[in-house]
């Protein structure tokens, strides 16, 4: 295991992951065997993808841009990275977050750290942290080939909402230079709830294109610079009083990397980046819409980062130096019947700059004992930039200042043990994290969730939290029959949550009110899941896995939108070419629901999936082609992270095919 972290550590081309039991890893495109994987292959959603993570669930506004939510907190508490870039959504109301703006293609994995306990290149918060992996074609390392290329052709139907989607990509790779690119393409129309009615407002169109390449300037020193465009219209919110008109992104960044192939020193990679997303929200398409209103945000973010990474027989040290600038702007004019406009300004054009160092290191104590260490220290300040906005919030925060400043940071360590057909780790860690432009500055923003106004408090105190973890695997029968069980725990101190202000008066029409965040004392969250894999035959497999997760404030109240008790059991077949594939997944009634934050109690709900694939080699190209029944028995059902209770898609069939073509 250790030796297996070390040699994944010190190839720079590949994950840069260490396989402590606290880390995750999905593999978006071309198969690793051993890795989690969709059962649609690379025609999958980003979203479907995350959903194979097991410490992650989805927040669904509707069938596009799924929230991520790890270990039970959602974006404020989870920090995403596009291979170590920072990037900020831009929609006041959580439409858009970072993952909806790549796309499948963009991408080689998504690699989850679970809590504080991080990689330095990626941010981190208190909840974990994804980072999205480029794919990039890479230099060919073997003196059989100079020149190697490949075309991959993805083309894929889904019959519930006539779900389209079209892939195609190429690769060309010497020994001096690489470079990839492609394009993408989806569209839906409103997707059938079980039972077979149609859920209005759920249907989207995406298109991306992405490029990639690098250099190698020297044996030892490579340039790479990076592409994507992504552009999405016409999306539907069921779960919202809006829809989306367009939301695009642009990303680039370039970088530098030294590599040592000798001595304690392994690589030096520095990057530049930009990315900005625009935001624009459309109501026009709803029928009974009281007063028309234009929505639009704005996010741009510049930075850097500077990595080393260094290794002896005992070490594997990496120090990270980032810098980013972010400015936020989001805006709303209201058009009441045959009255003059109103005009707010929603977030201030808040900018903000953040620097922050980083540190890790894995120690490798003894043959079957490993160490993983790391911290962030990280400064930020923050100013209005917008007057207006910073006027309007003053007249409920007297004397608030235009600028604020904020320190972070985070500890963490992990301890791992190998012994015979087991492993133990166990973990402990503390951190912080600053509010969010929402939680410290935001201004009448609606929420349909609990149907109130909310109003950003920019005295709030940074939340921090102490996190316990701990994970056992035993593997028994050969390693035919492996069980696990994961269990961490959080006690938040200064836990920032929206809570109920009688002396303001809402501005939405039908709002029950007006929230304003504030710290509670403390709150706490618990998390636990219990995973079993047994290879009953050689060519048949049965995984199991059940989770359980409680949130509590300072009261002893129930926090909104923690998992009720989850399961999923499936069986694996494996037969030649061919591989297949039946599961059922539910999830209990919830019991422990945040009555006390708006949320109502969810049913129970199980539904049966089946999925089918079978790979063809023909010289050096590779069909693959895929199919599937996802909600077999078409129940119409809505989970406990349905925004609204919206219900989920009923009978899908879907189809789809790959094709890898080596020249
Ligand atoms: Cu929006």
Known sequence: MIALALSILLSTDTLATSSHLIDEVVVVSAATEG??????????????????????????????????????????????TIDGMKIFYACTDKMDPVTSYVESSNLQSILLNSGLNGNPQSTGNIGGSLDLKLRKAGFVTSNLSPLTSHLNVDAGYESNGHLQVYGADVAVSSRRFYTNGGFFFRHADNYKEGGGRKVQFSQFQKVNAFANAGVKLTTRDVLEGTFIFDRATDVGYPALNMDVAKAEAFITSLSYRHSWYEGFLNSWETKAYYNHITHIMDDTKRPDVEIHMDMPGKSWTSGLYSLVSASNGRHDVQANYDLYYNRLFADMTMYPGGAAPMYMVTWPDVGT??????????VSLTDNQS???????????????????????????????????????????????????????????????????????????????????????????????IELNGNYKLSLFNSQLSISLDANAFFFSNYIIGQFETRLSPMTVDAEGVKVYYNLDHATIVNTSFTTDWKLFPWLTWNTRLAYAVGRDDQG????????????SGLTFAYKRFQGKVEVRGNSKQ?????????????????????????????????????????????????????????????????????????
């Not at 700059?353 to 894995?362: F, I, M």
């Not at 910073?390 to 320190?407: N, T």
């Not at 349905?642 to 189809?655: A, L």
């Open 557 to 568: 109240d129930q926090l909104p939108l923690i998992s009720p008790f989850a399961y999923t």
């Open 353 to 362: 700059l953040n620097t922050g160092l980083a540190l890790s290191d894995l």
């Open 371 to 465: 160490l993983k260490v790391s911290t962030k220290l990280a400064f930020q300040t923050q100013r209005l930039n917008n007057d207006e906005g910073y006027h309007a919030l003053e007249v409920f925060f007297p004397g608030m200042k235009q600028s604020y400043q904020q320190v972070t940071g985070r500890i963490a360590a992990n301890y791992q043990f190998s012994l015979f057909n087991s492993q133990l780790s166990i973990g402990a860690g503390w951190g912080s994290r600053a509010p969010t432009v929402t939680e410290a500055y935001g201004y009448y923003l609606n929420n349909t969730f609990d149907q109130y106004d909310y109003i950003g408090n920019p005295r709030l105190k940074n939340e921090s939290a």
């Open 591 to 663: 019991v422990n629901y945040g009555k006390k934050y708006g949320e109502t109690r969810t049913p129970a709900w199980a539904i049966g999936n089946i999925s089918g694939q079978y790979m063809l080699s023909i010289a050096a190209h590779d069909l693959t082609l895929r199919a599937g029944v996802e909600n077999l028995f078409d129940k119409r059902y809505t989970t406990y992270a349905d925004w609204c209770d919206i219900p989920q898609k009923g009978r899908n069939v879907y189809v789809n095919v790959s094709l890898r073509l080596t020249p």
């Open 35 to 80: 890795r989690k994987r969709s059962a649609k292959g690379q025609v999958a959603s980003i979203d479907e993808h995350l959903a194979e993570l097991s410490h992650v669930n989805l927040v669904r506004r509707g069938s596009y841009a799924w929230e991520p939510v790890v270990n039970n907190m959602a974006t404020e508490r989870v920090s995403t």
